[in-house]
C-alpha cells in the first residue's frame, strides 16, 4: 500500500483555499468560496466526489476522480494532466483503484448527485479528457 486515501475531494475552483479577508488569494484569483451567481453552469460543475486527494483539481482529474482509490496503491507522478491512460495503461485494469463498480460518485454544484463510469469523469478542459469536450466537469465554465 502506498499512502493512506481521503474519501471525497471539494472542488478547490469553488471552495478555495484562501478565506474571505485573507490577503492572499486562491490559485484561481479567488477570495473565498464562490457564490452559486459565480458558476456558470452549477448542473455540470463537479462541487464534491470520490477522491485520493481532499480537493479535486482538473490537472489531477486522474488521480484525484477517474480513479480516486489510485493514489493508496500508486504515487501521483506521470497521471498529471489526464495522462494515466497514456502512460500506466496495466493499472486501469486493476479494479483496486477504482471505487464504485469502477466509478465515482458526484456532487454537483447545484446540488444533486450522480455515479459516472471513470471514463465518463471529466476535468473541463480536452487536453485532460482525451481530447473531448465535456458537457460537465471539474473546471468552473459554461458547459
Not at 34 to 43: C, F, G, R, V
Not at 101 to 110: K, M, P, T
Request: with cysteine; proline share 5%.
Amino acid at each position: 500500500m502506498h499512502q493512506a486515501s481521503n474519501s471525497y475531494g471539494v472542488n478547490m475552483e469553488i471552495l478555495g483555499y484562501a478565506g474571505k479577508g485573507n490577503p492572499s488569494k486562491d490559485w484561481y484569483g479567488h477570495e473565498g468560496a464562490l457564490s452559486m451567481a459565480q458558476i456558470p453552469s452549477p448542473a455540470a460543475t463537479y462541487a464534491v466526489s470520490d477522491s485520493s486527494r481532499t480537493v479535486m483539481e482538473s490537472y489531477w482529474v486522474d488521480s484525484c476522480t477517474r480513479y480516486a482509490n489510485c493514489e493508496r496503491y500508486y504515487p501521483r507522478t506521470g497521471t498529471e494532466g489526464g495522462t494515466a491512460k497514456k502512460n500506466f495503461p496495466e493499472r486501469l485494469t486493476e479494479d483496486r483503484i477504482y471505487r464504485h463498480n469502477r466509478g465515482s460518485l458526484i456532487v454537483f454544484a447545484d446540488g444533486h448527485a450522480g455515479w459516472r463510469p471513470a471514463d465518463h469523469v471529466y476535468g473541463g478542459y480536452p487536453q485532460y479528457d482525451w481530447g473531448i469536450v465535456s458537457k460537465e466537469g471539474i473546471i468552473v465554465r459554461e458547459y
